[in-house]
Nanobody
Framework: EVQLQASGGGLVRNGGSLRLSCTASGFTFDDYAIAWFRQAPGKERERVSCISRIDGKTYYADSVKGRFTFSSDNAKNTVYLQMNNLKPDDTAIYYC???????????????WGQGTLVTVSS
């Protein structure tokens, strides 16, 4: 059974930092591309960061580029999202999900973690 456990969310002030973690189990870590998504109140879920199967590069939504960093520790079956210079607009529930290479539409992503809430105060 595929399981994704996201953690690390919390309340932080404008300009602060958080590091989210997502630990995966139930599948071979290298076989699926994990991506980070978020959903703000009243908004659609959006992709925050993903890895392209075409060139292997990591891509970021324009709104987080230069502030967020996606990394992974294959030995721990864990991916991370380091979020710096957080802004109130970053307030959302953050999810990790598979399989989610950059080209895959959100509607075709099959497995979702439970999400972790990030709240950025102004």
């Amino acid at each position: 059974e595929v399981q994704l456990q996201a953690s690390g969310g919390g309340l932080v002030r404008n300009g602060g930092s958080l590091r989210l973690s997502c630990t995966a189990s139930g599948f071979t870590f290298d076989d699926y591309a994990i991506a980070w998504f978020r959903q703000a109140p009243g908004k659609e879920r959006e992709r925050v960061s993903c890895i392209s199967r075409i060139d292997g590069k990591t891509y970021y939504a324009d709104s987080v580029k230069g502030r967020f960093t996606f990394s992974s520790d294959n030995a721990k079956n864990t991916v991370y999202l380091q979020m710096n210079n957080l802004k109130p607009d970053d307030t959302a529930i953050y999810y990790c999900a598979v399989p989610a290479p950059c080209a895959r539409p959100i509607g075709r992503v099959n497995y979702w973690g439970q999400g972790t809430l990030v709240t950025v105060s102004s």
